[in-house]
């Protein structure tokens, strides 16, 4: 899977794009398109303490990079990157109309690059994979 992520990068830029305009578009597109709402928010599942909607979404682009991005010098930047826009995007919501800021979208958006860090990190610790 990581020859045909690192081979096919543009699967990810697409994704970071199209993750871009979902969290920049005023209001919920994906609210529009389900419920012909667009103040409503589709809920995978429930939260807990942070927006699980947001773990999810991060959770896959920081697997889905760290896939596309193999080699080592790149992994820093890819985790520089992701931090980031896990950051930007989310203070991005206190200027744009239909949006608000929520401490628990921006928790849920870091928790989940950090679990892909973590999961990355002790793969590579204790060699799984590995042929």
Not at 44 to 73: A, M, P
Not at 77 to 106: N, V
Request: net charge positive; aromatic share 22%.
């Amino acid at each position: 899977m990581k020859k045909f992520f690192s081979k096919y990068k543009i699967i990810f830029y697409f994704l970071n794009f199209f993750l871009i305009f979902l969290y920049l578009f005023p209001g919920s597109l994906l609210g529009f398109i389900i419920y012909d709402n667009i103040n409503k928010q589709p809920q995978i599942t429930s939260d807990f303490i942070i927006s699980s909607n947001h773990f999810y979404v991060f959770f896959i682009i920081s697997f889905i990079g760290l896939l596309s991005f193999v080699k080592e010098r790149q992994i820093k930047p890819l985790l520089i990157y992701l931090i980031s826009l896990s950051i930007i995007i989310e203070f991005f919501h206190l200027f744009i109309p239909e949006r608000s800021f929520q401490w628990s979208d921006l928790f849920g958006n870091l928790f989940g690059v950090i679990v892909v860090i973590v999961i990355n990190n002790l793969i590579n610790k204790y060699g799984l994979f590995k042929k």
